[in-house]
């Protein structure tokens, strides 16, 4: 009970800077297509030179007046999303960003209530989080590791190394049902897929490996025809290759972008 109580008073208090919320289909990974309700924090301490939402980048910290949003007025608007929608069954529920990672007691403590509001529908958890994140802040309530095991699913990206962002998640918190995602655009990012997946393939990794590519990001429907393109070559060029590992590799489009571009809220 006091556990509970503390739970309800954090939920009470804690804020996050939310971009966006909304509902819409998985783009990208092992659920592709599957209907999934939506959280996108602000805040990144990466900066991806291909970044397709740079309006999620921000501090940490600072609360923004137009975005800021306590817990449990995050799970109300989940919670108006699950009636306009008549969801019936699981709750699925992909945090995104930005960097949900970097906020590890308010996204646990928000992961804890959602679960406990629907405890009769169930839940689906889904982190899509930088690989390059884990222990870098100070937290009082979850762990990264905590945090890491409350999830259903943690798809993983791995950065060229161009990015300059290490992959630092510790291998055996990677699990059969995760996912490690790929992006390529071009040679130099095409090697460095084939040599992590042949390292993380050394270290016995277990997960699904998804590649796909980089977006030119443009609000024009150009960013459909050239996604395609790139899709297509590369896959070529993986089929191919028969020094590259193709064991639990997936290559996959990127679904909303080619349903609906470069466009926020999908």
Known sequence: MKDEK????RAKKMTLNISEIF?????????????TLYIRVIGCPHRCSWCDT???????????????????????????????YNIKNTVNVEFTGGSPDWFPDEIGTLMETLREKYKELGTFFVFQISGGIYDMVPSVYYTSRQL??????????????EENIPFVIPIK???????????IKDEESYQFVKDKI??????????????????????DHSIVDDHVEKLRYWTERILNDVDFPKDRVKILPREHVLLWGNKRGV
């Open 6 to 9: 503390n739970l309800q008073q």
């Open 54 to 84: 740079p309006y999620s980048i921000g501090q940490r910290r600072d609360p923004i007046k137009k975005y800021v949003m306590t817990i449990n007025q995050i799970v109300d608007k989940i919670d108006e999303f699950v009636q306009k």
């Open 23 to 35: 509902y819409s289909i998985e783009g990208e990974g092992i659920r592709i297509g599957e209907p």
């Open 148 to 161: 890491l095991e409350m999830t259903d699913l943690n798809a993983f990206d791995c950065k060229p190394a």
């Open 198 to 219: 042949k390292y993380f393939n050394k270290e016995l990794v277990e997960c699904k490996y998804i590649i796909t590519t980089v977006t030119n990001n443009k609000d």
């Open 173 to 183: 918190l990677i699990r059969p049902q995760d996912e490690i995602k790929f992006l």
